[in-house]
Structure formats: C-alpha cells, structure tokens
C-alpha cells in the first residue's frame, strides 16, 4: 500500500540555519505530494505542493523537488526562522488510491534565536 | 477563505458514552475527511466521504462510524467512547480538481478529546 516515510525529530537548528527534512514514499500510482504545516495550537495547513515528477513546490522560502527516481520529496530552506517553529508533515494523494491522503509521522522543528 | 469548522476544541467524556465530533465547510467540498493525530504516529485517516450520504473506511475505522447527511457536514461518531480514543480529532475536506485528487486538504482546528 502507500505509505510516507519522514525523518525523526525534533530537529533543532539554530536562526540562519539550512533547513531540510527528509522525505520518502510508496505508491502505486502517480501522486501527488505535499508538505503541510502545523503550528502549535492549530490545524495543518498546506506549505506547499508538486503534482508530477520534478516538480518544484515553493513557498515563503521553503521548496521541495518531486524526485520520482528516488521517490523522494525533501523540504528545504535556506535560513530559517524563529517563526519557522512547528511540525510539518509530507503526505500524499494518489489518483488510484481513491481520495485518501496519506500522512508521514510529522517532524517537529525547532528555531532558536 | 475556505473554513473547515470543528464544534469543539476540547472535550472531556467518560468512558462508554457515545460521542458526537461535528465537522462543517462552508467551500461545496466533495471529499470530507476523519484523522486521529497521536504523538509518533502522525494523522491516520478513520473515515472519508466523497459524497453525500456516501462513506468509506480508512486505516482505522474501529470504534468509530460517520454521517454525512449534507454536503458541507461530516459527523464522527464514538459509539462508547473508551480511554484509548483520546486523542486530537482532524476534519478536513477537499475538492476534486478536472477529475484528479491533487487538491490541497483544508483542516480544522482539531478536537482535542480526553476520554476519562
């Protein structure tokens, strides 16, 4: 079956640090990915998404590349900030999976000043 | 803005009574969705509807049964609530997209429930 497999954390990283986040996948189709973000006390919201392979998706200074080859979808930024502090989460949609979005385990991240 | 609204944010019930978690969107969404979020284990889905009245088991549907009666509401339903459902409850929905499913999800705010 699919299934999202991220890196454990928590990671912590000091202001200015390289941010990337590890993530893998199983499917049988061909997904969609995403990265979401939950920051403390809220429900996830979409950070950013890729639809085919080498896609890149980006927003508010994150990307991730679709990697079919290594069927790979890592988060990256290049400075991260104390704001930046939250879990993410990589999932996927696979078209003939019917319309279920699988869930990585999440990978709480934290920024220090 | 597409707003998924969850009825509570916290609840606190006992054990072996039956719990009502009320999803409403107000985006005409035609996939509505159920997840469980614990520690480690990230969201796993419980149930989904992608259409009135229509539903569909997830990954772990034990415990658990939905309504969905209207297009924009999506009940989840604890028949006896037991201590191992508590748990922070997710409602999201999402829209198919010419056909394809590589729409975003939107969230509520989650339910937090303790089951005493």
């Known amino acids: 079956g699919n299934s999202v497999t991220q890196m454990e954390g928590p990671v912590t990283l000091s202001e200015e640090a390289f941010l990337t986040i590890n993530c893998t996948y199983t499917a049988t189709g061909y997904p969609s990915l995403f990265w979401y973000v939950q920051y403390p006390g809220e429900g996830l919201q979409l950070l950013l998404k890729?639809?085919?392979?080498?896609d890149k998706g980006s927003n508010k200074g994150f990307e991730a590349t679709y990697r079919k080859e290594t069927t790979s979808f890592h988060l990256e930024k290049g400075s991260v900030q104390v704001s930046d502090s939250a879990v993410y989460f990589c999932?996927?949609?696979?078209?003939?999976?019917?319309?279920?979005?699988?869930f990585g385990a999440g990978t709480r991240l934290f920024v220090k000043a | 803005d597409v707003k998924v609204t969850q009825s509570s944010r916290y609840l606190v019930k006992r054990t072996g009574e039956k719990v009502f978690l009320e999803c409403v969107q107000d985006m005409d969404h035609e996939n509505m969705f159920w997840y469980r979020q614990d520690p480690g284990l990230g969201l796993r889905l419980i149930y989904f509807s992608y259409d009135v009245k229509m539903k569909e088991k997830g990954d772990i549907p034990e415990g658990y049964s939905v309504s969905r009666e209207k297009k924009e509401r999506f009940s989840l339903i604890l028949e006896s609530a037991s201590t191992n459902q508590t748990s922070m409850y997710l409602c999201?929905?999402?829209?198919?997209?010419?056909?394809?499913?590589?729409?975003?999800?939107?969230f509520g705010q989650g339910t937090r429930l303790t089951v005493v």
């Open positions: 890729a639809t085919k392979a080498d």
């Open positions: 999932a996927l949609t696979d078209h003939t999976g019917g319309f279920k979005t699988i």
């Open positions: 999201a929905s999402s829209f198919i997209s010419q056909g394809v499913m590589n729409t975003e999800a939107f």
